[in-house]
């Protein structure tokens, strides 16, 4: 039972930190900057809604899509270790993301899909189903995805405590811990090759 909870608990970290909610924070401010709270309600929860039925789609199919293609864990695990080290350093060189978009869909794009689950989110579910299980990944998934609910719901106030450094600082410690995450990804699916027999 222990060993359970354990599972379900460590399946949340990294999909916390893969999603990053409080850098997509103030891109989420920029493009709702001026709308009525009714509209801003209804981003967020296009956004959320978004996010989580690409989650859940990529969950259900993605090692089906491996198998389809020959693809083993062990190459995404490189693969996407590879894509999120890429992304993380990304984030640490060049962390001005903001972009301007108009229209009602900005829910849907970019705010669902590509920036609270993009490629880097992605790759870290399919690890956790092969690392934790089904139920634990969906479970991480349901807990973040209320947590970026709940952030942009507070986005005002969280911004006024965190000021603009604060946040920016928050994220750098998040895409350090997101390289981490993408060297232990490419670590360990190195060895699954070699214990594989390449």
Do not use: H
């Given at each position: 039972?222990n060993y359970?909870i354990?599972n379900f608990?460590?399946?949340?970290i990294p999909?916390?930190v893969?999603i990053?909610?409080i850098a ?9 900057e ?9 981003i967020i929860k296009?956004s959320?809604i978004t996010?989580f039925l690409?989650s859940?789609?990529f969950l ?5 899509i491996f ?6 864990v062990?190459?995404?695990?490189i ?5 999120l080290?890429v ?21 849907v ?16 579910i399919?690890i ?11 479970f991480?998934?349901?807990i ?12 005002n106030?969280?911004?006024k405590?965190?000021?603009e450094?604060?946040?920016k600082?928050?994220?750098k410690v ?5 390289a981490?995450i993408?060297v232990m990804m490419?670590?360990r699916?190195?060895f699954?090759?070699?214990n594989m027999?390449?």
């Amino acid at each position: 039972m222990n060993y359970e909870i354990t599972n379900f608990l460590l399946a949340l970290i990294p999909i916390f930190v893969a999603i990053d909610a409080i850098a997509v924070l103030p891109i989420f401010l920029s493009m709702t900057e001026g709308m009525p709270p009714d509209d801003k309600k209804i981003i967020i929860k296009q956004s959320v809604i978004t996010a989580f039925l690409v989650s859940v789609c990529f969950l259900a199919v993605g090692k089906f899509i491996f198998s389809a293609l020959g693809i083993t864990v062990a190459d995404f695990k490189i693969a996407g270790g590879i894509l999120l080290l890429v992304l993380a350093i990304n984030d640490l060189l060049f962390p001005e993301k903001t972009r301007r978009f108009q229209g009602s869909s900005i829910g849907v794009v970019p705010l669902g899909m590509p920036l609270i689950v993009g490629p880097g989110v992605l790759t870290t579910i399919i690890i956790l189903v092969d690392t934790y299980g089904y139920l634990p990944a969906l479970f991480s998934i349901l807990i973040n995805l209320f947590i970026v609910w709940f952030t942009f719901n507070k986005s005002n106030a969280i911004m006024k405590i965190l000021g603009e450094n604060g946040a920016k600082g928050f994220s750098k410690v998040m895409s350090i811990f997101l390289a981490a995450i993408a060297v232990m990804m490419i670590r360990r699916g190195i060895f699954e090759l070699i214990n594989m027999g390449w």
